[in-house]
């Protein structure tokens, strides 16, 4: 068989790309570079999908579009500009979700292969899933700054997508980020999905954090029983904890300025909410206490002269910064900038834009927004001594935003067209994971490849491995394990689950009966469903038709688990168990699930690998497997000691996004 990179030049090669029907998912930072490499290389049939719109964040790093096309589709606007390249090429390019039932395994069979540039992992592992169902070959892709990656994934003959463990976004305790924050991304959490909510959103929208604060939960308060505790003191708390989740305190009263609004707004939630936080002593035996903010300790007199002329703003998005001339977004704010800025979001919001109080919904590209999250934020670090953040740090936090770079984008779409091609031309055993360094390995390679991995027989979608989840079957409702455990930890779209006698299922040819029956059982926990519920040592059988993907979940009952660690209250772990036995304190360590890292939306496994006459480890900021390097490029040994080339522990995992591998 000829050899790459002669077989690029092969007649049979030339005759694959011009006569394959390749699909594209994804037309953003990668997706737009891998379009217009495909059809410069000869690619004429190609499909592409993407469910997003062009925003102008998006401009510095998509070439193919323009600021004219802020808001049209990203599919339709690359597929018009690609053609301008090679108008003879065939692109039909679709605005829509992945996931829709109409992009089913037939769909998938239809094409030669489907290459990857998707910024969820949800969507990922789906596209995986039916890419094994069509026997049809992925091409999977990833960059974070100057580190990229290209991996391919053939069925039966290398590891699919979820063959290795992928890191879950992180997530927090929601006592924490209501009462004990002690990091900036708490702080944030807390502005954009509960204040900003609150204030702007729709006022039936609910998020986790609103549902009870936990007084219920040990660290909130004196346990029953314990001196000091008694039916009164519950009572109080219980009514004080009622009037502080109570939305309608964050409604504006009939009469009241914006600006008293504001004024009201800001000692509800700096004064009387965390003076009401004061009062659980318990919470602050080994924490340092909070400090309520009142307006009436701050120089007003400054904040008003600021605060005039709030609707005297320029043509141009009404901006909080712009009107109160704070033009350096890298700057951190003081106590009376973020109190500043603060009331002056608001009274813009409800002076400005108040056709969208009552629905908006937090987007990192409305400067409004940013603003009115990065100085609520602000002031809750302050109140809380914790570090603040500037408004280019707090919307790339509060965005999920992990900066691009074309450069990177363009040399990955390269790889992926170079595996595309020997993947057509059946020459299999040439393809290679390819991966981008920062540096050069050794000194003179920037570009490692390796070999594709064999494909792992305890994957869970390829392979035949049970899962072993640990949660408390007595408090967890099927509603939490749908969402939380099948959707969220293992993207499944539309799950049928079974236990002994017990079925629910998901679906668009399901009866109303049947929906009804599924409804009802929503809200009973695991424990009391009908067939004898899900018990300790239960198998639950999950199946998603239109994924074509089976898992066996092997339940082990668990009341203590630790909530910093397990915040959404189970732990999954991908080793194929043995008999389930009874819950001891030693379970925690036996059964440990995937670790999470606060990321991006979406995340990945990067391998990066050191070439054999490199002596010394290559390693990054602690993740769960080793690291590469320091958040200032610097090297450094990781834990796990030097990476010896004639072991898989050479491979050290960075999570990524669609456009990004995110080192923590």
């Given at each position: 068989m000829t050899l790459w990179p002669a077989l690029a030049r092969s007649d049979e090669a030339k005759h694959k790309i011009k006569q394959s029907k390749v699909l594209c998912v994804g037309a953003g930072g990668i997706g737009c570079e891998l379009l217009k490499t495909l059809v410069l290389t000869g690619f004429v049939n190609i499909h592409v999908i993407d469910m997003d719109t062009i925003e102008t964040s998006n401009l510095n790093r998509q070439f193919l579009f323009r600021k004219h096309h802020v808001g049209e589709s990203k599919a339709k606007v690359a597929a018009e500009a690609v053609k301008r390249f090679r108008p003879e090429a065939k692109i039909q390019a679709d605005q829509g979700n992945v996931k829709e039932p109409k992009y089913d395994v037939d769909f998938f069979k239809s094409f030669d292969l489907v290459m990857n540039g998707l910024d969820n992992l949800e969507a990922r592992r789906h596209v995986n899933r039916l890419c094994l169902a069509a026997e049809t070959a992925l091409i999977e892709s990833g960059t974070a700054g100057y580190l990229g990656q290209a991996t391919v994934h053939l069925r039966g003959k290398t590891e699919c997508f979820e063959c290795q463990p992928k890191q879950a976004p992180k997530t927090y305790p929601v006592c924490t980020i209501r009462n004990t924050p002690d990091k900036p991304i708490h702080c944030i959490v807390w502005a954009k999905d509960l204040l900003f909510q609150r204030l702007f959103g729709r006022a039936d929208a609910v998020t986790d954090l609103d549902e009870g604060a936990a007084p219920s939960d040990p660290t909130q308060g004196p346990a029953e029983g314990q001196d000091g505790a008694g039916p009164q003191a519950d009572q109080e708390e219980a009514k004080e904890q009622k009037e502080a989740e109570d939305p309608s305190a964050f409604l504006r009263q009939d009469g009241e300025t914006a600006e008293a609004y504001a004024c009201r707004i800001f000692e509800r939630v700096y004064g009387h909410d965390i003076e009401r936080v004061l009062r659980m002593e318990d919470l602050w035996t080994t924490r340092k206490p909070p400090t309520a903010l009142h307006l009436t300790d701050l120089p007003l007199s400054t904040a008003s002269s600021h605060q005039n002329g709030a609707s005297q703003q320029t043509a141009g998005p009404v901006s909080a910064c712009k009107s109160l001339g704070y033009t350096d977004q890298h700057n951190d704010w003081t106590l009376l900038e973020n109190t500043q800025v603060f009331l002056k979001a608001i009274?813009?919001?409800?002076?400005?834009?108040?056709?969208?109080?009552?629905?908006?919904?937090?987007?990192?590209?409305?400067?409004?927004?940013?603003?009115?999250?990065?100085?609520?934020?602000?002031?809750?670090?302050?109140?809380?001594?914790?570090?603040?953040?500037?408004?280019?740090?707090?919307?790339?936090?509060?965005?999920?935003?992990?900066?691009?770079?074309?450069?990177?984008?363009?040399?990955?779409?390269?790889?992926?067209?170079?595996?595309?091609?020997?993947v057509l031309a059946g020459a299999h055993d040439q393809c290679k994971a390819s991966f981008l360094m920062q540096r050069p390995v050794g000194g003179r390679f920037l570009v490692q490849p390796l070999p594709p991995s064999e494909p792992n027989k305890e994957c869970m979608v390829c392979g035949t491995a049970q899962l072993q989840l640990a949660l408390n079957t007595t408090s967890m409702t099927l509603a939490h394990f749908v969402n939380k455990v099948l959707k969220g930890r293992l993207s499944v779209h539309q799950p049928t689950i079974m236990c002994d006698g017990f079925v629910y299922e998901e679906g668009d040819d399901l009866d109303e009966e049947e929906l009804e029956a599924n409804a009802a059982n929503l809200p009973k926990t695991l424990h009391s469903l009908p067939g004898g519920g899900v018990k300790h040592g239960s198998i639950v059988q999950v199946d998603d038709q239109a994924q074509h993907f089976k898992v066996s979940l092997v339940v082990s009952h668990?009341?203590?688990?630790?909530?910093?660690?397990?915040?959404?209250?189970?732990?999954?772990?991908?080793?194929?168990?043995?008999?389930?036995?009874?819950?001891?304190?030693?379970?925690?360590?036996?059964?440990?699930?995937?670790?999470?890292?606060?990321?991006?939306?979406?995340?990945?496994?990067?391998?990066?690998?050191?070439?054999?006459?490199?002596?010394?480890?290559?390693?990054?900021?602690?993740?769960?497997?080793?690291?590469?390097?320091?958040?200032?490029?610097?090297?450094?040994?990781?834990?796990?000691?030097?990476?010896?080339?004639?072991?898989?522990?050479?491979?050290?995992?960075?999570?990524?996004?669609?456009?990004?591998?995110?080192?923590?």
């Open positions: 009274r813009l919001f409800l002076e400005q834009r108040s056709h969208d109080v009552g629905a908006a919904v937090f987007d990192k590209d409305d400067d409004l927004a940013v603003e009115f999250v990065t100085a609520a934020a602000n002031l809750r670090s302050i109140a809380y001594g914790v570090p603040t953040q500037s408004l280019f740090a707090a919307k790339g936090m509060a965005g999920n935003i992990i900066h691009a770079i074309a450069t990177t984008n363009a040399i990955i779409a390269g790889f992926i067209v170079i595996e595309a091609i020997k668990q009341e203590d688990l630790e909530e910093e660690e397990h915040p959404e209250g189970f732990k999954l772990a991908g080793s194929v168990p043995q008999a389930a036995q009874e819950p001891d304190q030693n379970q925690d360590k036996a059964a440990a699930g995937p670790s999470t890292n606060a990321a991006a939306d979406d995340e990945d496994d990067c391998m990066i690998v050191e070439p054999k006459h490199v002596k010394k480890a290559i390693t990054a900021k602690a993740v769960s497997a080793g690291v590469l390097s320091d958040v200032n490029g610097k090297r450094k040994r990781g834990a796990g000691g030097p990476v010896g080339p004639e072991t898989d522990k050479r491979l050290k995992k960075a999570r990524l996004d669609a456009d990004v591998i995110t080192l923590d």
